[in-house]
């Protein structure tokens, strides 16, 4: 089991999906994530340990290469394929509830900002971590994320900024949710954005990089 366990959280880390799959070249001809997971629910391996053991291990460990630039984007995306592709199978335990995420967490590119490469790697990071994430898409208003935070109450709320001129939109949006929810928790990133820009908008947290970002989210759902 652990070994079926281990090798699901190889193939996230390495972005095998499955046997089709020609990436990357030296695992050509392996099984991938897909066929792994698959086998280990049939072998009784609990959905829970599939994806705390096996696919959150995974992305945790091509999270830390990417912050420490060992690996880049592409990487980054085959291994959210991997672990998506593999999430396929447990799906049917989600929604039975037979399986709990850590929490729920909303993210959305702010008003005016159409930048949305660094917030699907965010997404995929924070989905590959455990959480649920709804994703507003870009160009997104406060009304939209307040819309958001009613219809899931107690989730987390990710904003993302790459132009300088969109940063007020950050500081309008995150006032406007504090405002209507103070109890929301806030985070905020983006190329342009900085700690001392979070602490001035009156966000809760910063994160330069998604591994970050899911770092302070598990230590919030501990
Ligand atoms: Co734009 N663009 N762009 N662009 N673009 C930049 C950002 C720019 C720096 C280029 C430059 O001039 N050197 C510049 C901004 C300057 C500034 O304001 N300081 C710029 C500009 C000016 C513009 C336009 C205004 C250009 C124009 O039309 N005159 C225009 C604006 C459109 C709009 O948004 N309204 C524009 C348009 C575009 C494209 C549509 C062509 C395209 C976007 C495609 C897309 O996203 N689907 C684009 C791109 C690709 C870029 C660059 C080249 C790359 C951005 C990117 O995806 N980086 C960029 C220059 C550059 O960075 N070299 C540039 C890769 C991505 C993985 O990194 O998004 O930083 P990043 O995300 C990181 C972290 O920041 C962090 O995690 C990610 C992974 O590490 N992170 C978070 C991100 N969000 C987070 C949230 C968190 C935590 C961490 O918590 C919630």
Redesign the pocket.
Known sequence: MEQLLDKIAYCVEYGKINLASPYPPDMRGQEGADEYTKRALEQGVSPSDVLTKGLIVGMGKIGVK??ENKVF?PQ?LMSARAMSTAMNHLKPYFNSGAVKRKGKFI?G?VK???????????SMMVEGSGFEVIDLG??VPAEKFIEAIQAHPGAY???????????ASMEEINKAIKQASPQTT????????NDEFRKQIGAD?????????TEILTKLTA
């Not at 005016?112 to 699907?120: M, P, S, T």
């Not at 947290?205 to 998604?210: E, G, L, R, V």
């Open positions: 990417f912050r984007v980054v993210i590119t005016g900002d159409l930048h949305d490469i660094g917030k699907n790697l965010v870009v160009d709320v990710g904003m993302s900024a790459l132009l300088t001129t969109t940063m806030t985070f905020v990133g983006g190329a342009p954005v947290y910063y994160s330069p990089d998604p591994q970050g970002l």
